[in-house]
């Protein structure tokens, strides 16, 4: 692994996910926006195994959106059921 030089990004893709999960878990959000964020992060994950790189952009666009609360909540007066049954 450190024959290829990136055992140092694999530390930090794993301390940043570390952080991120922590992070969620500490959001006071309803359920299914936590759900949500918690397959980003497992997909994170799964990406960090094949694509190192990849994985950590991701991750930098998922802590982003975190920080920022982009699309954590629905729109008001958006009826995320309606959505389902259609």
Avoid: N, W
């Avoid at 692994?1 to 992070?23: C, F, I, N, W």
């Avoid at 950590?56 to 009826?79: N, Q, T, V, Y």
Wanted: net charge negative; hydrophobic share 45%.
């Amino acid at each position: 692994m450190d024959s290829d030089g990136q055992l140092p990004l694999y530390d930090l893709v794993a301390a940043r996910l570390k952080e991120a999960h922590t992070m969620v878990r500490a959001l006071q959000v309803p359920d299914g926006v936590r759900a949500a964020l918690v397959r980003r992060l497992l997909a994170v994950t799964a990406a960090a195994k094949h694509d190192l790189g990849g994985a950590a952009r991701r991750l930098d666009r998922l802590m982003e959106d975190i920080r920022a609360g982009d699309g954590l909540f629905p729109e008001e007066g958006e009826d995320r059921c309606a959505d389902r049954s259609a």
